[in-house]
């Protein structure tokens, strides 16, 4: 529909010569599964040119509170009716005071209405205590991710040095997504602390501290929703029994009317896990989880307590009390979803990361688990500002192919291992899968799971994918046969991606200059097929001045709609919902 603007999988900006192809820990337990890779394999990109500096992305901008109209190009389906809400960084400095890392940019929460094809867009910055204690100083005085806040230079230097062996509180800046429990929206970080919003003002309400409610020190910002209305999500305790991953459940909402107040009532802890190394637990972004089990994936990105502790006294930011140590392996922890019971059966792989699943299921007795993973873990603190703002070069160039590329990776683990189970043999036995899974000699289960099973070499011109999405509504926990996300051409995600899983096969939106977000699926009324519906996402645009738009493609055949052209500028954010309005 739009030529100048829209390239399909064959016209890359990744050209194909672009890249080279080289070839709960239980103690009663006594069964343990290892989960390793088929293949040796490994794909790197090399010599890339990365023509286009990207500091744009990641600068300050102003919030428009008041809905502002929209330059429809094209064709907005009319059936489409609610909010389309993203979050992320957006301011940077307060004073002469600047953030280090990306994450540490003060939450900026965004809103796309889309009415009988007509679209409005406003935003908010998030009035959290960061943020209005950063503005009432025009300082930064709240610690974040990759930045510590010095001390008050009116004070006397004694009550400086002082100030530095103060833990710092953890900060309510949420600008990694848009969650929901009880019906109510919250945006979220990964503390113990969310804000209640209003979805449709992006008004900020209320503090709510998970540690008031349950036995967490914090929460993930991806929590999952079964078809009751139930939420879940893992949350963190540590005490003098040690360091616990724990498994939330908050029940289905309870109307109440005239309450307008956040309400984690019957909330509860379903399962406590023990970290298997309470010395140096791991950090993890989210969790997996099918029709009947949750699955906590262990993964040797350390947090090193003892560094946690000293970190404020050494003048160093939380970013730098984690660690890649891929000496551990990867344990994941199988929970019942309904009982809270841990499995005995250990299941552990290699050492890898991930920061997001793409879905979960259960299959003949067998858990398929699907998600982005990377062999490199240092990454996460690779994307400080001034990384992220280099000039387009040699420097950047260098920078991005340092960079491990995520890609999807399958695990099947068996759910009917037992003591009885023979050793030395493949235990999967899905048509579909080469997987396979041994149970070894001394006890041990060990699972070879195909790296390359999710995709095929047409993969590597995109540079790897992040920010899955699948049609959660009616196929999370289920088998399904697509799922969309970013490729990462360059540092941040420069096209949306459409897998479809029985043929390896992938649609691609892509030109050059343009950086899509991450792409929320909206199914379509009375759909009969799984991608009966549209893709969404927001497009930054740093070549031109206030030209973002959203985009709306056919989830079928991937090809453009129509967009929404906003007269602003964006920056690049990190996660969204769409909020269906009736």
Same mark, same amino acid.
């Given at each position: 529909m739009f030529p100048d603007l829209f390239l399909n999988s064959t016209d890359s900006y990744l050209s194909k010569d672009s890249y080279s192809h080289?070839?709960?820990?239980?103690?009663?337990?006594?069964?343990?599964?290892?989960?390793?890779?088929?293949?040796?394999?490994?794909?790197?990109?090399?010599?890339?040119?990365?023509?286009?500096?990207?500091?744009?992305?990641?600068?300050?901008?102003?919030?428009?509170?008041?809905?502002?109209?929209?330059?429809?190009?094209?064709?907005?389906?009319?059936?489409?009716?609610?909010?389309?809400?993203?979050?992320?960084p957006g301011r940077f400095e307060f004073g002469k005071d600047n953030f280090n890392h990306w994450f540490d940019g003060m939450a900026l929460m965004h809103?796309?209405?889309?009415?009988?094809?007509?679209?409005?867009?406003?935003?908010?910055?998030?009035?959290?205590?960061?943020?209005?204690?950063?503005?009432?100083? #025009?300082?930064? =005085?709240?610690? %974040?991710?990759?930045? @510590?806040?010095?001390? *008050? $230079?009116?004070?006397?230097?004694?009550?400086?040095?002082?100030?530095?062996?103060?833990?710092?509180?953890?900060?309510?800046?949420?600008?990694?997504?848009?969650?929901?429990?009880?019906? #109510?929206?919250? =945006?979220?970080? %990964?503390?113990?602390? @969310?804000?209640?919003? *209003? $979805?449709?003002?992006?008004e900020t309400k209320e503090k709510v501290d998970w540690s008031e409610y349950i036995a967490v020190n914090s929460a993930t910002a991806h929590p999952h929703y079964d078809r009751e209305g139930a939420s879940y999500n893992m949350g963190n305790s540590y005490g003098k029994g040690g360091f616990f991953y724990n498994i939330i459940r908050v029940p289905p909402p309870e109307k109440v009317e005239g309450e307008d107040k956040a309400d984690f009532s019957g909330a509860q802890v379903l399962c406590s896990i023990p970290a298997s190394d309470s010395r140096k637990p791991s950090y993890y972004?989210?969790?997996?989880?099918?029709?009947?089990?949750?699955?906590?994936?262990?993964?040797?990105?350390k947090l090193d307590l003892l560094k946690f502790m000293l970190f404020r006294i050494q003048g160093k930011s939380f970013d730098k009390v984690m660690t890649w140590e891929p000496q551990y392996d990867t344990i994941f922890h199988v929970v019942h979803r309904h009982t809270g019971e841990q499995s005995k059966v250990k299941y552990s792989a290699p050492p890898m990361f991930t920061l997001h699943q793409i879905n979960a299921y259960e299959d003949k007795g067998f858990l398929v688990m699907d998600?982005?993973?990377?062999?490199?873990?240092?990454?996460?603190?690779?994307?400080?500002?001034?990384?992220?703002?280099?000039?387009?070069?040699?420097?950047?160039?260098?920078?991005?192919?340092?960079?491990?590329?995520?890609?999807?990776?399958?695990?099947?683990?068996?759910?009917?291992?037992?003591?009885?189970?023979?050793?030395?043999?493949?235990?999967?036995?899905?048509?579909?899968?080469?997987?396979?899974?041994?149970?070894?000699?001394?006890?041990?289960v060990c699972i070879r799971v195909c790296i390359y099973?999710?995709?095929?070499?047409?993969?590597?011109?995109?540079?790897?994918?992040?920010?899955?999405?699948?049609?959660?509504?009616?196929?999370?926990?289920?088998p399904y046969r697509y799922y969309y996300a970013c490729g990462f051409g360059h540092l941040f995600s420069d096209s949306l991606l459409k897998m479809d899983l029985e043929t390896k096969k992938l649609k691609a939106w892509r030109h050059p200059g343009l950086f899509p977000s991450e792409p929320v699926f909206v199914p379509a009324p009375n759909a009969t097929e799984e991608d009966d519906g549209v893709v969404m996402s927001v497009i930054i645009t740093p070549r031109t001045e206030k030209s973002t738009f959203l985009l709306v493609l056919d989830a079928k055949t991937f090809t453009e709609l129509g967009r929404a052209e906003v007269p602003v500028n964006i920056p690049f954010g990190t996660h969204g919902v769409f909020n269906e309005m009736h």
């Open positions: 080289k070839t709960s820990d239980d103690s009663t337990s006594s069964m343990c599964v290892c989960v390793l890779c088929v293949s040796t394999t490994v794909y790197i990109l090399v010599g890339l040119c990365l023509p286009l500096g990207i500091a744009p992305l990641v600068r300050t901008v102003e919030e428009i509170p008041e809905p502002i109209t929209t330059v429809i190009k094209g064709n907005i389906p009319s059936w489409i009716n609610g909010s389309f809400l993203r979050n992320g809103r796309f209405y889309i009415h009988d094809g007509e679209v409005t867009y406003s935003s908010r910055f998030l009035r959290s205590d960061s943020y209005v204690r950063n503005s009432e100083k #025009d300082r930064i =005085v709240v610690c %974040e991710f990759g930045t @510590m806040a010095m001390p *008050d $230079p009116c004070k006397n230097f004694f009550s400086r040095f002082l100030s530095r062996f103060k833990i710092p509180k953890a900060t309510d800046n949420a600008s990694v997504n848009f969650v929901k429990y009880k019906g #109510d929206y919250y =945006v979220s970080t %990964e503390t113990n602390y @969310m804000r209640r919003v *209003d $979805p449709q003002s992006l972004h989210s969790f997996a989880m099918s029709e009947n089990y949750v699955v906590f994936i262990e993964q040797p990105i998600m982005c993973c990377g062999d490199d873990g240092d990454v996460i603190g690779d994307f400080t500002l001034e990384n992220l703002r280099r000039a387009p070069g040699e420097e950047m160039d260098k920078f991005y192919n340092s960079m491990c590329r995520n890609l999807p990776r399958r695990y099947v683990l068996p759910l009917t291992v037992t003591d009885d189970t023979p050793s030395d043999q493949n235990l999967v036995t899905l048509p579909f899968c080469q997987a396979t899974a041994v149970k070894t000699g001394c006890g041990k099973e999710l995709y095929d070499e047409e993969l590597f011109q995109y540079g790897g994918l992040e920010f899955p999405q699948i049609n959660y509504a009616h196929y999370n926990a289920r």
